[in-house]
């Protein structure tokens, strides 16, 4: 039985081995998941047999891919002999209707996660299942199978597009968000949206002398059961539905419309109203567009307010969040944000380093901790046997550099490794505003003083101000004297020389070694925020 986290905490690995290892039974109140899924595969591709001819080619490698290889029938045939008896009738019935396709790949590795987080929910818990119209339908089955088709709340339907041209059918504008509960007692906290600018315009038409548009409501007692009060009242005898006391009172405080035969009717102010409960129905959660502040540049990353809304509709202060496929990290910050405790789980190192770096520069001084990286040379080590392309995003996480160009075998990764470039540093630190650039190289095997040179060509080619190499091997006397020979980068904003060529070690860096710099922008909000803290420090006096 894994104890309980007291701590939130970033994990890096699988989410179904990390489910099971670390988090507890019921121990959590809300689950957010959006699952990569990549839509722009068409519907076809994916039920393709893999005994078929479709080409791998056709496939967009990485995170969105779902073969029926060894490890989905693996889990296919726990779910069949281990899962409670009506999900395994449920996944039989699928593997007879779609075949062992992608398709089903997908849905086999859902299920066996959708279980698991099942089980973590506190009775009281709630889940979002975040996904597109290709597979929502085999989802909700799924789902009802798992959680009852009586806890099944509400299908959400975001409209994450304006518009969207799509050949030869409507444009696909929309999400679905699958919202179920653990049982019928659960945590719902009443949202509302603004109101239609349509309903606006026609319901609240007048403006008070400040400026508060407002709507009128009907202060007599017509056709109102139970009766009301008798007396003149502006001149004008009714039954009204209020004392006259208390009409006395909303007449001092402004709160009365006086029409031109006398009538009296109540204000109701529109800054007063909440807005439209909320609908399944999203049209108001914008999504994130190139010139959006939040924009991370992450493929799939989903507004913060969206986000907001859910853990306030479905979670309060101070109770457990989980996103098992935390990807940029949006659910963790919303969060954190909201005063509620939080999980985050991703498979890449990629995406844990984005996460750790978004929350460190949202929210200067937050604790939380991350599991499953490496933290020694032998698990670096371990880490790049296993897949190079990860240890290379980890590699270049700790120096807080950008990957240059995409995932791993697409165009982009490759036009990266041709120019002998892994990630990016940039930085100002002149008038003329423009950005500079340091290249780095991650090297996992043996290096040697040609690396070295490589880099310094790769420097002067591409017009760089320095260059890095990040190596998991220590480097040699002649790669150190190399590096040295290359000189220094002369800083115009700081008057201060930087190394040209600079070699870092995992190790150094696992100690804490920095590249030597001029300062970003994120730097100089920690070197303000430690002056702030030094200057609030009691003053010891001079002995």
């Not at 905490?9 to 809300?30: A, K």
């Not at 009738?89 to 593997?95: D, Y």
């Not at 320095?466 to 020979?485: F, H, I, Q, R």
Request: hydrophobic share 35%.
């Amino acid at each position: 039985m894994p104890r309980p986290i007291t701590q939130n905490t970033l994990f890096y690995g699988d989410n179904l081995d990390i489910l099971r290892e670390y988090v507890p039974t019921e121990s959590v109140d809300l689950v957010y998941l959006d699952p990569p899924f990549n839509s722009s595969r068409t519907y076809n591709v994916l039920f393709k047999y893999e005994s078929g001819e479709e080409s791998e080619a056709q496939i967009a490698a990485f995170e969105d891919t779902w073969h029926w290889n060894r490890a989905a029938f693996d889990s296919y045939q726990e779910l069949v002999t281990e899962a409670p008896e009506r999900v395994s009738r449920m996944m039989e019935a699928l593997h007879d209707f779609i075949g062992p396709s992608q398709m089903l790949a997908y849905l086999v590795m859902m299920t066996i996660r959708l279980v698991e987080l099942h089980r973590v929910l506190k009775p009281t818990g709630s889940l979002y299942l975040h996904c597109d119209p290709t597979a929502s339908h085999y989802l909700k089955v799924i789902l009802d199978t798992i959680f009852g088709p009586e806890n099944f709340r509400n299908e959400i339907i975001w409209k994450r597009t304006t518009a969207h041209s799509d050949s030869g059918t409507c444009g696909n504008a929309h999400d679905v968000l699958l919202f179920y509960t653990k049982g019928k007692s659960f945590t719902w906290n009443k949202q509302y949206q603004p109101y239609e600018q349509s309903y606006l315009d026609s319901h609240y038409r007048k403006v008070d002398s400040d400026g508060r548009r407002y709507r009128t409501d009907n202060l007599t007692a017509f056709g109102l059961s139970g009766g009301g009060y008798e007396y003149e009242w502006n001149g004008v005898t009714k039954i009204w539905r209020l004392p006259k006391e208390r009409m006395q009172e909303l007449h001092d405080q402004g709160r009365i419309h006086y029409t031109r035969t006398g009538g009296a009717e109540y204000k109701r102010y529109l800054d007063e109203m909440p807005g439209v409960p909320l609908q399944d129905l999203w049209t108001d959660v914008n999504p994130i567009n190139s010139q959006a502040q939040e924009r991370l540049g992450y493929p799939t990353q989903k507004p913060l307010e969206l986000l907001e809304r859910i853990i306030e509709a479905s979670s309060n202060p101070g109770d457990v969040v989980l996103d098992p496929f935390c990807g940029c990290g949006t659910t963790v910050v919303a969060a954190e944000k909201l005063g509620r405790r939080w999980i985050g789980i991703d498979v890449t190192p990629l995406a844990i380093a984005l996460q750790r770096y978004r929350l460190e520069d949202a929210f200067p001084g937050t604790e939380f901790q991350v599991i499953g990286q490496p933290t020694t040379v032998q698990a670096a080590r371990e880490l790049a046997n296993e897949d190079r392309y990860k240890f290379q995003y980890w590699a270049l996480s700790l120096i807080n550099a950008r990957p240059l160009g995409g995932q791993p075998g697409s165009k982009e990764g490759k036009k990266g490794a041709d120019r002998g470039i892994d990630g990016l540093i940039t930085f100002m630190d002149d008038k003329t505003g423009k950005a500079k650039r340091i290249v780095i190289q991650v090297k996992s095997g043996k290096v040697n003083s040609a690396v070295i040179r490589d880099l310094s060509g790769t420097v002067g080619r591409e017009k760089a101000a320095m260059g890095v190499l990040v190596t998991l091997e220590n480097p040699t006397k002649d790669m150190v004297k190399e590096a040295l020979s290359a000189g220094a980068y002369h800083s115009p904003g700081w008057n201060k020389p930087y190394p040209r060529i600079q070699i870092l070690t995992i190790e150094e860096l696992l100690k804490g070694a920095e590249v030597e710099m001029p300062p970003t922008a994120q730097t100089f909000r920690r070197a303000a925020r430690e002056q702030k803290e030094q200057a609030e420090q009691p003053q010891l006096p001079l002995s």
